[in-house]
């Protein structure tokens, strides 16, 4: 048996009871944040307008998250994958270097509508162990991979976290499920990573696209089309990266649990940001509130990743969620992280634009070795009276290290959901989903997530 036997053979042969307790409950809040980042999303203009476009929700069985429309199920994958990174509030794995969470859930809920539109229940169980395994091989591939430095990792090995939890719903033995892991190889995007640094918001839809090619990949598969033998290791060994090792896909298959290792965000902008605003924060549970006028400079030491968003002046608002100083200086004026500060009054708030060129960045060598287990970063600001408070983190809040109680992460999600439901129904819609593995059916459960028109 190879290793892609091995996976396959683990995903169609995975009990449908199988998922420990935590790892069930994790991925139900996977699930939820994923919900939650989706109607957020959904209601940014470009989105609006994408959603408005004809035939993209032109009808179907899948609900377009946050909206009273449907679409047919590639549509429905690629507007909901879209949506749930443009407010960049998506989760992520930081083993992965990616967010498998957005490649693997609109896919799944696709596919799930129409199973239960032909009259096959789905139980909130069966889902959810469909998204973890989705996770889990997608994620893996990341892990056994290095891609280019030159791309942006959104949309490489997503198509697989899609292909993954459809062929799982649908019952595939584990012959089909690796044809289909081949077939969605195939549809990994060589995408560029200067996107994310230019504002170049065509990257918001890298996501989406993986959650439509996902189900694709499952369609073309059950029509007969063939793929390469080992696509996996053909893509993500020679093509978008010199190197894959095999034995990442399945060293503790089963013991270690990927959606148990994943991160969670409350700053509104990449995680690459979030040292450096944790540490800030530490500077203002100290010293109080900062004036903006009152800075004269701030340091960020950093690993290399973070140090590449060194843009002071970002041209809209995706880039200045890749922007450390922006970052920081939009939180000292704003005194908040949330999605609130980053808005296009945010970026056009002069005082902020003044901050941030008074923010510095610098590589730390060490700080660079420790990753992907660690995400540190020191920050020194000085002050016009020439005092300088410093402080320093290792690890960002929300990951598998120092993880975000439920109860602030159900202040996200109602942050995000009420820009679609009335707060008392984005709270059932909250509950819900949490206790998702519960209900023997999902029927009702979708049904909450339309909104209306």
């Not at 990616?98 to 809920?109: C, D, E, I, K, S």
């Not at 504002?199 to 073309?220: E, K, P, Y």
């Not at 033998?229 to 270690?256: H, I, N, P, Y």
């Given at each position: 048996?190879?290793?892609?036997?091995?996976?396959?053979?683990?995903?169609?042969?995975?009990?449908?009871?199988?998922?420990?307790?935590?790892?069930?409950?994790?991925?139900?809040?996977?699930?939820?944040?994923?919900?939650?980042?989706?109607?957020?999303?959904?209601?940014?203009?470009?989105?609006?307008?994408?959603?408005?476009?004809?035939?993209?929700?032109?009808?179907?069985?899948?609900?377009?998250?946050?909206?009273?429309?449907?679409?047919?199920?590639?549509?429905?994958?690629?507007?909901?994958?879209?949506?749930?990174?443009?407010?960049?509030?998506?989760?992520?794995?930081?083993?992965?270097?990616?967010?498998?969470?957005?490649?693997?859930?609109?896919?799944?809920?696709?596919?799930?509508?129409?199973?239960?539109?032909?009259?096959?229940?789905?139980?909130?169980?069966?889902?959810?162990?469909?998204?973890?395994?989705?996770?889990?091989?997608?994620?893996?591939?990341?892990?056994?991979?290095?891609?280019?430095?030159?791309?942006?990792?959104?949309?490489?090995?997503?198509?697989?976290?899609?292909?993954?939890?459809?062929?799982?719903?649908?019952?595939?033995?584990?012959?089909g499920i690796r044809h289909a892991i081949n077939m969605?190889?195939?549809?990994?995007?060589?995408?560029?990573?200067?996107?994310?640094?230019?504002?170049?918001?065509?990257?918001?839809?890298?996501?989406?696209?993986?959650?439509?090619?996902?189900?694709?990949?499952?369609?073309?598969?059950?029509?007969?089309?063939?793929?390469?033998?080992?696509?996996?290791?053909?893509?993500?060994?020679?093509?978008?990266?010199?190197?894959?090792?095999?034995?990442?896909?399945?060293?503790?298959?089963?013991?270690?649990?990927?959606v148990s290792r994943n991160y969670f965000k409350l700053?509104?902008?990449?995680?690459?940001?979030?040292?450096?605003?944790?540490?800030?924060?530490?500077?203002?549970?100290?010293?109080?509130?900062?004036?903006?006028?009152?800075?004269?400079?701030?340091?960020?030491?950093?690993?290399?990743?973070?140090?590449?968003?060194?843009?002071?002046?970002?041209?809209?608002?995706?880039?200045?969620?890749?922007?450390?100083?922006?970052?920081?200086?939009?939180?000292?004026?704003?005194?908040?992280?949330?999605?609130?500060?980053?808005?296009?009054?945010?970026?056009?708030?002069?005082?902020?634009?003044?901050?941030?060129?008074?923010?510095?960045?610098?590589?730390?060598?060490?700080?660079?070795?420790?990753?992907?287990?660690?995400?540190?970063?020191?920050?020194?600001?000085?002050?016009?009276?020439?005092?300088?408070?410093?402080?320093?983190?290792?690890?960002?809040?929300?990951?598998?290290?120092?993880?975000?109680?439920?109860?602030?992460?159900?202040?996200?999600?109602?942050?995000?959901?009420?820009?679609?439901?009335?707060?008392?129904?984005?709270?059932?819609?909250?509950?819900?989903?949490?206790?998702?593995?519960?209900?023997?059916?999902?029927?009702?459960?979708?049904?909450?997530?339309?909104?209306?028109?």
């Open positions: 048996m190879d290793y892609l036997d091995e996976v396959a053979g683990f995903v169609a042969g995975f009990p449908p009871d199988g998922l420990a307790p935590d790892a069930l409950e994790r991925t139900a809040l996977i699930l939820a944040d994923c919900i939650g980042a989706i109607a957020g999303g959904m209601h940014e203009p470009e989105m609006q307008a994408l959603v408005a476009r004809p035939g993209l929700a032109a009808g179907g069985p899948a609900p377009i998250i946050g909206t009273a429309r449907h679409a047919q199920p590639g549509q429905a994958a690629l507007l909901n994958g879209t949506a749930g990174t443009v407010l960049e509030m998506d989760e992520g794995n930081q083993f992965a270097r990616g967010h498998p969470g957005m490649h693997t859930v609109p896919a799944a809920l696709a596919h799930a509508s129409v199973l239960e539109l032909s009259g096959r229940e789905v139980s909130g169980r069966e889902f959810l162990t469909a998204i973890a395994l989705g996770y889990e091989v997608g994620a893996r591939v990341g892990i056994a991979s290095r891609l280019r430095p030159s791309l942006h990792p959104h949309g490489t090995w997503g198509a697989v976290c899609a292909a993954v939890a459809v062929a799982r719903l649908a019952g595939r033995d584990a012959a969605a190889a195939s549809f990994a995007l060589a995408n560029s990573r200067r996107t994310m640094l230019e504002g170049g918001t065509v990257r918001n839809a890298f996501a989406g696209i993986s959650g439509q090619m996902g189900l694709l990949a499952h369609d073309l598969s059950e029509a007969g089309f063939e793929a390469d033998s080992d696509g996996l290791a053909e893509v993500f060994g020679k093509t978008l990266s010199d190197s894959f090792d095999k034995g990442q896909m399945t060293e503790a298959l089963g013991s270690r649990w990927e700053h509104a902008c990449c995680r690459y940001n979030h040292a450096a605003l944790d540490a800030l924060a530490q500077i203002v549970a100290q010293e109080g509130a900062l004036e903006a006028g009152a800075v004269a400079e701030v340091e960020v030491e950093t690993y290399n990743l973070a140090v590449e968003l060194a843009d002071p002046a970002p041209r809209n608002m995706l880039a200045a969620r890749f922007s450390v100083p922006f970052a920081v200086a939009t939180t000292i004026v704003t005194g908040r992280t949330d999605i609130s500060s980053f808005t296009a009054e945010r970026l056009a708030d002069p005082s902020i634009g003044a901050l941030a060129g008074r923010v510095r960045l610098r590589e730390d060598a060490a700080m660079t070795a420790q990753l992907p287990d660690r995400r540190p970063a020191r920050v020194t600001v000085t002050l016009s009276d020439g005092r300088r408070l410093t402080a320093a983190t290792q690890t960002n809040r929300g990951d598998w290290a120092d993880p975000y109680p439920s109860e602030e992460l159900r202040g996200k999600f109602l942050s995000l959901a009420t820009r679609a439901w009335p707060e008392t129904a984005a709270d059932e819609l909250w509950q819900r989903t949490t206790g998702l593995a519960d209900c023997a059916t999902l029927r009702d459960w979708m049904a909450g997530l339309s909104a209306p028109g």
